[in-house]
């Protein structure tokens, strides 16, 4: 059978006995993979506040928090910190605190509402939930229907607003001298690999969100593989041709630069990036969806002196399956062929994203991690070679545990230590992979806004909760900015369909109605922008199943009329 290898540097198996901040602040066991940071570059750089934070602070912060947090809150092996909040410069202090003390933190999109905030409160059962001033209502709304006490919420930022009866995360830091030391949680030898780090939400391949289970060891692996994929040990080039080099983020200008397609499109189309010097930007990486060639054309124009290229990774796999990559040298072009025995050779392929190849193949997400196998299944169940179709699984040590406290769900996508990833993939002859569909599992397909997923289940559970609906149905439909939006074909009860057909005016107010109903009750991202049309009825095969094909070609006539 064929199994293909990462073409990349060997794997090199990090400790398994340290958790995520032992490896990032305290350098035990990073010897190899973390380059020598100069004193006066910083690690972290809010935009909006300008304020800088050296590793030194990182790394006392952590502790600090550590402390009051178990003075507190006992918080300890087994516990659950919920973090709802945005974006922050905290947000790796209070992760790494909680680490220290043998916890887990669980990530939470800070856009979502009180119903779906305590969906997922009851699958963590947090015993501190930390959200922040502008959610903070629906926090609470969220932690009283799952019975979670008010007095286990700590506000973020909550210094900035007086009054407030709640703890703010910096009076946690600055009161930490008033508390009896901690004994930080040491793991034993491979207890890395089956303690969890961090729960972070994914629609996985089907139905409701699902809490993804990373051990320490698989975050720690994704950063290894990162480190190794980018060469940032190893002198491969000459420093001004170098895409990774300490210090280039800390000197006040952007150099390398991480986005979805959703903001290479507003990067491309918005009439201010004409008013910037992106001249500094080095290398530039996209992913979490799809770029179109396009796009791909329309980046590589903005950035002309920046390498550019496309990555891709699930939550399930610690956020790395493939990626673009520098290369120490330009080898002769030889083909990548799969050996006698089955197992693709990686000594017979061309270097990944060489220094002298600017751009990656348009359509590419690049080449498998370090330490990285798969196999591609076709749809009779057979192995495919390079150039087959098929559906990819994928093996390492970045794949993640399961998922938390879903045996079911678990068994569905893992199977032995490979995982399905739901994508339709080919590999060609130089070990690229081009991602040509989505497998629909269990009768779903996800849509992806924003780089963002969302399960049309969901949003068709709300719909036919609504009394004017007999049935409903949820597909992606294409957006120049969103990459997709969620679009919804209702059909209605038969007494409202009349009063609708007596009175064509009551269209849009129908089709408004719908809407609000969905935006109610699911974060903005969720929202039926793509539309809400009324249809007879909803197409499905014998068994009762939704046509979502049928669906999308009947929307894309639609277009192709306009």
Known sequence: MTIFRSQGPRFVPPRDDITLPQFILDDVGAERTRPVRPAHVPCLIDSETGKIVYLEELRARSHALARSLKARYNIGVGNVVSLFIPNHIDYGVIIWAVHRLGGSAAAHSSTLTAEEFAYQLGI???????????????????????????????????????????????????????????????LKPGEAKSAIALLCFSSGTTG??????????????????????????????????????????????????????????????????????????????????????????????????????????????????????????????????PLAHGVADPASAPPQFPVSMKVSDPGSVGQLAPGTSAQVVKADGTLAGVGECGELLVHGPQIVLGYYRNPKATEEAFDDGWLRTGDEVKFDAEGNIFITDRIKIVNQDLIKVKGLQVAPSELEGYLLGHPDVADAAVIGVPDEYAGELPRAFVVLKPEVADAVQKDRRLVVRVKENLYNAVASRAARYKRLDGGVELVDAIPKNGSGKILRRVLRDLSQRARARL
């Open 124 to 186: 963590t059962e947090p015993s501190l939930v930390v959200a922040y001033p502008s959610n903070c209502d629906v926090a609470l709304a969220a932690m009283k229907m799952c019975n979670i006490p008010q007095n286990r919420l700590v506000l973020l930022d909550g210094h900035l607003t007086p009054g407030s009866p709640f703890p703010s995360l910096e009076s946690l830091i600055e009161e930490h001298d008033g508390h009896p030391p901690y004994v930080e949680y040491k």
């Open 208 to 337: 409701n969100p699902k809490a993804v289970a990373v051990s320490h060891y698989n975050a720690i692996c994704a950063i290894v593989q990162t480190a190794m994929i980018n060469l940032i040990y190893e002198q491969y080039a000459p420093w001004r041709d170098q895409r990774f080099r300490p210090g280039d983020v800390g000197d006040g200008n952007g150099s390398v630069g991480s986005m979805v397609p959703a903001q290479a499109v507003l990067l491309c189309k918005h009439p201010l990036t004409k008013n910037y010097d992106l001249s500094s930007v080095r290398s530039c990486l996209t992913g979490a969806a799809p770029l179109s060639p396009e796009m791909h054309a329309e980046l590589t124009k903005l950035f002309p002196d920046s390498h550019f290229g496309q990555g891709y990774g699930m939550t399930e796999t610690s956020c790395i399956i493939a990626t673009v990559s520098p290369a120490p040298t330009i080898r002769p072009h030889r083909h990548f062929t």
